[in-house]
């Protein structure tokens, strides 16, 4: 029998009893769902899964897609899979049920696209940036962009990209030439080229919507003068019919390490006299309408994370607990019966730590989801604000937390199968390619930390900081409550006493000694602050396993139960306290890195 995805039990254990995702069915929005329907959509994604990614995932990965010079080639069983979930209406599950979605909560579609993520990462990629590139123009586009653009999009009809990186540019937005000029019709004429462009081109849908950010003619300079187009590749008509091909051209696919279902392109736009593009919403005002589907696809590729780390961590646990190899220290015995891996305390470290990253990720990424859902359905505008600043605050760490401890734990799941896990016969090594680009695009670790530290945590007077300290407060307090958990709200209040001490040494380095320095040591703030978080949400899942522990579970249960309790000890006895050395770094303002001149490397 083949390893599980996922483990269901977990994902239940997330949705049902730490997210009480239930409780949505009493909001009008979701009033027509109930528990059997969340769990029918998650059955559906499974089953899809099961059927249409696993079995293609190898072949996937080793045949990558090429370009001929005239057309994107790539094996037909990525369209047969994509093509399924299409039909399975999974492209925006949480969409209206009016633009054909199952207006799904947000933690509920993101529960059940897992198994679609988990199984086939990239591959299903195509179908998370269309849904992105539907909800902004949704979001921001006019009434006749929304009916030419968003149906064919959530129908699958279209597929969608976001095409903002230049060659010279990179991540530098400010920098970006790509160049738009007005018609006299109203429209305008793109010229310019991007890099990096997931699913930039490709046959498996009618047409690609790709939404572009330029710089009209006579701008600003700098971020404040980028706008936002749609730029599709073939023109369409009032009444949707497709028309002639428009000026956007591949010049080329890159060839990645992992990740490889998904094309990633090189665009050409108006090699031939400019590529029609319609604006989205005001000049200049394009970056701000962009940062709609980069925050979305920042909480996609947290998440994209943590599952790829979640499977990698049930892959090599089943291979663990079905291989044997070797005896305990104690048995002296050379005729005794091996053992499977599983009983070595050493791999029990390496399965232990898997379980307190990937788990602890996707809970803090199914968190942001639930976030999501508030700020749109909960109750009182007071409640949807405050959901829309914890998750503005949190977004640079449930990107990169997932991002940067995900490939960790596909690390160690190489490592549990030992020479077994560097050769292609299992996939945990392609699991820790494909995983090792999220730490990279929708904003490197080192761009999330810089906006985490120089932006979030000072923005509207520490509004979002002081909020998400107090929510953590509040579960510290109510953990003291139990004996099980008393200890470890402790620890974890110390964390956060050190945290707050260190965040005021931070800023305050930014007054008195200059942004440069303050932000230096960026990176090892973001960290110290998610392993804070992470340990937040794992006093969370250990506050519920034990008071269902106490209600007397039947063995599975207890099992499980005593599973979440022993990860939430282990991230607080081998993870969490490294905040004290980070801490110590932090509140010197070290220099170190600040100090390097050019010369001496």
């Not at 006579?218 to 091909?245: H, M, Q």
């Not at 604006?279 to 996609?300: D, I, T």
């Not at 990279?440 to 000072?458: A, C, N, W, Y």
């Not at 200890?487 to 380095?509: E, F, I, K, P, V």
Request: charged residues 20%; glycine residues 8%; proline residues 4%.
């Amino acid at each position: 029998m083949p390893a599980p995805i996922l483990n269901r039990r977990d994902l239940e254990f997330m949705l049902y009893e730490l997210f009480d995702a239930e409780s949505m069915t009493s909001r009008e929005r979701y009033a027509d769902h109930n528990r059997e329907t969340f769990d029918a959509a998650i059955d559906t994604a499974q089953a899809l899964a099961e059927r249409y990614l696993v079995p293609i995932r190898s072949k996937v990965d080793q045949n990558q897609p090429t370009f001929d010079g005239t057309r994107v080639n790539m094996i037909p069983e990525i369209k047969e899979a994509l093509d399924a979930v299409t039909e399975a209406g999974l492209v925006s599950p949480s969409a209206d049920f009016a633009a054909g979605g199952m207006q799904l909560p947000f933690i509920v579609s993101s529960a059940a696209c897992g198994y679609l993520t988990a199984a086939g990462s990239t591959t299903v990629g195509y179908l998370g940036l269309t849904n992105a590139n539907a909800n902004l123009i949704d979001a921001h586009g006019t009434e006749a962009q929304k009916k030419q653009w968003v149906e064919p999009l959530r129908s699958g009809r279209f597929a969608g990209t976001m095409a903002m990186t230049e060659p010279q540019a990179g991540s530098s937005l400010a920098d970006l030439t790509t160049s738009a000029v007005k018609t006299e019709d109203g429209d305008y004429r793109i010229t310019g080229n991007k890099i990096w462009i997931s699913g930039g081109d490709h046959d498996l849908n009618e047409n690609i919507v790709h939404l572009v950010l330029a710089r009209i003619k006579g701008a600003p300079k700098g971020v404040k003068g980028i706008s936002l187009f749609i730029v599709p590749k073939i023109l369409v008509a009032e009444d949707g019919t497709l028309g002639k091909r428009n000026d956007v051209h591949l010049a080329g696919l890159f060839h990645k390490m992992g990740g490889r279902g998904q094309t990633s392109a090189a665009l050409s736009f108006g090699e031939k006299g400019g590529a029609v593009g319609y604006l989205v919403g005001k000049e200049n005002k394009g970056l701000s309408y962009m940062f709609h589907m980069m925050n979305e696809a920042r909480v996609m590729v947290g998440t994209g994370a943590a599952l790829i780390a979640l499977t990698g961590y049930q892959y090599s646990l089943d291979y663990a607990k079905a291989r044997p190899q070797g005896r305990l220290p104690t048995a002296k015995d050379p005729n005794s019966k091996p053992v499977n891996i599983v009983e070595h305390a050493d791999v029990k470290r390496m399965l232990l730590a898997q379980k307190a990253y990937a788990e602890g990720a996707m809970a803090l990424c199914l968190y942001g989801s639930q976030l999501s859902d508030d700020e749109r359905t909960a109750a009182t505008a007071e409640e949807r604000a405050a959901a829309h600043t914890l998750l503005d605050f949190l977004t640079p760490m449930i990107k990169t937390w997932p991002s940067e401890y995900g490939p960790k734990a596909n690390s160690l799941a190489i490592q549990v199968l030992g020479g077994s896990g560097y050769v292609n016969e299992h996939p945990v090594e392609m699991f820790y390619r494909d995983n090792r680009l999220n730490p990279i695009h929708e904003g490197t670790t080192g761009i999330q930390s810089i906006d985490l530290l120089g932006r979030k945590v000072p923005m509207n007077q520490q509004a979002g900081y002081r909020a998400f300290l107090g929510v953590m407060e509040e579960t510290i307090r109510d953990a003291r409550r139990d004996e099980a958990t008393r200890h470890y709200a402790d620890q974890l209040d110390s964390a956060l006493s050190l945290l707050r001490s260190t965040t005021d040494a931070l800023l305050g380095a930014m007054a008195k000694e200059g942004i440069e320095l303050a932000l230096s040591n960026s990176v090892k703030y973001l960290e110290f602050f998610g392993n804070v978080v992470i340990a937040w949400i794992w006093l969370r899942q250990g506050m519920v396993a034990s008071a269902a522990l106490a209600q007397g579970p039947h063995e599975a249960d207890e099992a499980f139960y005593s599973g979440k309790m022993q990860a939430m000890r282990y991230f607080f006895k081998f993870e969490l306290p490294e905040v004290d050395a980070w801490a110590t770094l932090l509140q010197n303002v070290d220099s170190t890195c600040h100090d390097m001149q050019v010369e001496w490397f």
